[in-house]
């Protein structure tokens, strides 16, 4: 059973919702949800994917050279580039996300700063709570301005979201940014998804 599974069946949250970009609410948790999250965080695999089949590593190379090419502006290091966008596609992956999703959400939060500060905290390209290392992590708050560490948490958080909204991506959008049932956050990610699909030649 894959931990985002775990997540999917362990109950018990109370969550504050509103506020603005990047402005996760501290839950209470269940000790089997923070468990699944911390356990998912400590992973300490490096983000190298695995295919099985030939077919499936053409179209993650096909996906990697067109991400490429549309990203260029933002991140015009091409090193760089390629790095985070393999790291964004393994750990989007890992946590049962659509890549394109997290690059949409990426965008909205961070206009891909990896740097970035938001004006209550959040920290990174997916603008991650620093009482998130307290939570479920060693505490180490300036780790979220490691590419792999910020991704992974990221993803693993709005996995956690999605588990909890029983798939509605909408309200899980906007627990991710603490304004959950306010339309204007999860309408400009699911927009900013939209230009980052796939689109596949074979």
């Not at 949250?13 to 923070?34: K, M, W, Y």
């Not at 991140?75 to 999703?101: C, I, S």
Request: with cysteine.
């Amino acid at each position: 059973m894959r931990w985002w599974h775990v997540l999917a069946f362990a109950g018990g949250v109370l969550s504050a919702p509103f506020g603005f970009a990047g402005n996760q609410q501290e839950e209470a948790l269940a000790d089997s949800v923070r468990l699944a999250l911390s356990n998912a965080i400590m992973d300490a695999r490096p983000p190298k994917p695995a295919f099985t089949s030939l077919a499936d590593r053409q179209r993650y190379e096909q996906w990697l050279a067109q991400m490429s090419e549309r990203l260029r502006r933002k991140l015009p290091d091409e090193q760089m580039r390629t790095e985070f966008l393999e790291t964004a596609w393994y750990e989007a992956r890992r946590a049962g996300l659509d890549p394109g999703l997290v690059l949409g959400l990426i965008q909205v939060e961070s206009a891909y700063r990896k740097y970035a500060v938001s004006v209550v905290g959040a920290r990174g390209y997916m603008q991650v709570m620093p009482f998130w290392t307290n939570v479920i992590g060693d505490s180490d708050r300036r780790k979220l301005f490691n590419m792999q560490t910020n991704l992974r948490y990221g993803c693993a958080i709005l996995r956690m979201y999605l588990d909890m909204e029983r798939g509605n991506l909408f309200l899980a959008l906007g627990r991710y940014n603490g304004s959950r049932g306010k339309p204007d956050y999860p309408n400009a990610v699911l927009a900013a998804w939209n230009k980052w699909k796939h689109s596949p030649s074979f």
